[in-house]
Structure formats: C-alpha cells, structure tokens
C-alpha cells in the first residue's frame, strides 16, 4: 500500500521561531492534507491542497503541494503556545486501484513550543 | 453546526470480550469512516460507507471486526472477541461525498480502547 514519510518526528521550538515540517511518498497523490491534532481529541483539517504546484496560507500556516506530487510541506510562523500537538501530512490517491481514494497518512510531527 | 458526535469515549475490556463504538455523523454528510489510531501512528481507515453500503473495507479484520449503518445515519463498530493488539483509538469521520472528494473529512473525538 502507500505509505508516506513525515518528518521530523518530534520538534522543540521556542515561542516565535518558524517551524517546517514535510511529507514524502513513493507514490503520487490528487490531494495533500494537513491535519493537526490535540491530546484526546480527533484531527482537525488545517489546509487542504489540491493542485501540484499550490502553495496555500490559513493565517500562519502554509502549506505547499510538490510539483512532483509525491511530497507536501508545513511552515508555521512565529509558532505560540497553542500550536503544540502533533501535525498529520495525508494523501488521496488518484483513484488507480482498489483503495486508492482513501486517505493515507503519515506518522505525525509533534511539535512543541517552549514559551 | 453540531460535529461528529461518538461514545463512549474511553472504554477498557479484557481480551475475548466484545465492545461496540458508536458514531453520529454531521448532519447531512453522506459518507462516513472508521479509523483506527495506534499510539504513535496516523489513523488507519478501517471501513468507508456512502449512505448505507460499504465502499471500501478492505482493511476491516472481518474475522473480528464489523460495522454497520443500518439507516445511512449513525453508525456501530464491533470488535469480537478483543485482542490486546486492538487497543488503539477508534475515530470516525464524515463527509459530504465520497470517493474521489474524501479529502475534506471532519473528525470526531475517538474512542479510546484499551484491551487487558
């Protein structure tokens, strides 16, 4: 199956710096997704890409689609207190065999801000 | 507009016994997921339904784990008998559509299962 590569796995940053992130397959994808999540709670979509090339914002954050479709990135910047948690990359396939729309994701970055 | 809604949401069992989650959609989405979320990993999809009929189970264990939408609204996940490699989270998400337009799917806050 597809299988994505996000990394780092783990990050410290202090309060204000920038912080990346990326997302690497083997296999191309339609779609790039960008989810964060909370402790005890489920992933919330932060920017969704949908064209090779795309770069899009959602206040600090941006998010980019490769050209090759195979890799995506995450920039946040002046990060805060209350962007700690784990950011999710995810790839729809482009529909070429069984399972291929589904959404696959990546290992998660955990990211914490110190203040 | 109401999220996507599950319980319970903690639940410990020993192995060999069952368990059941629940999930109810956002309403009007008509395709609803079920993921499973080891500890340290991205969400797997178990099964995706569009309404009431399953689109993709293919990563569903069928020999223990079963899902049902009888009504193309809410929706049950059953695990029977447990193993101790179930314990995991249990999410579920909606969507509007389905197949190609999947991407924009929303969350609820899972289920975590903890097998003994």
């Known amino acids: 199956g597809q299988q994505l590569n996000q990394s780092p796995q783990s990050m410290f940053i202090q309060e204000g710096e920038d912080v990346s992130m990326n997302c690497t397959s083997s296999?191309?994808?339609?779609?790039w997704l960008w989810y964060k999540q909370d402790p005890g709670e489920g992933p919330v979509l932060l920017i969704a890409l949908y064209k090779a090339g795309e770069l899009t914002s959602n206040g600090r954050l941006t998010a980019q689609f490769g050209i090759t479709r195979k890799d995506s990135f995450l920039n946040i910047s002046a990060s805060i207190p209350s962007d700690v948690g784990i950011y999710f990359c995810?790839?729809?396939?482009?529909?070429?065999?069984?399972?291929?729309?589904?959404?696959?994701f990546g290992k998660g970055t955990k990211l914490s801000v110190i203040p | 507009e109401a999220g996507v809604a599950q319980s319970p949401r903690y639940k410990i069992i020993e192995k060999r016994q069952s368990v059941a989650f629940w999930c109810n959609p956002i309403s009007g989405h008509a395709t609803l997921y079920w993921y499973q979320q080891i500890l340290g990993q991205g969400p797997k999809l178990l099964i995706q339904?569009?309404?009431?009929?399953?689109?993709?189970d293919s990563q569903l264990p069928k020999d223990r784990f079963s899902a049902e939408r009888l009504k193309g609204v809410d929706s049950t996940l059953k695990i029977q008998p447990a193993k101790l490699e179930d314990s995991a989270v249990y999410l579920c998400?909606?969507?509007?559509?389905?197949?190609?337009?999947?991407?924009?799917?929303?969350f609820g806050p899972g289920t975590r299962l903890t097998v003994t």
């Open positions: 339904f569009q309404n009431n009929g399953v689109v993709d």
């Open positions: 995810a790839g729809q396939g482009d529909g070429s065999g069984a399972g291929s729309y589904q959404l696959t």
């Open positions: 998400a909606s969507s509007l559509v389905g197949q190609e337009y999947s991407y924009e799917q929303y």
């Open positions: 296999s191309i994808f339609n779609t």
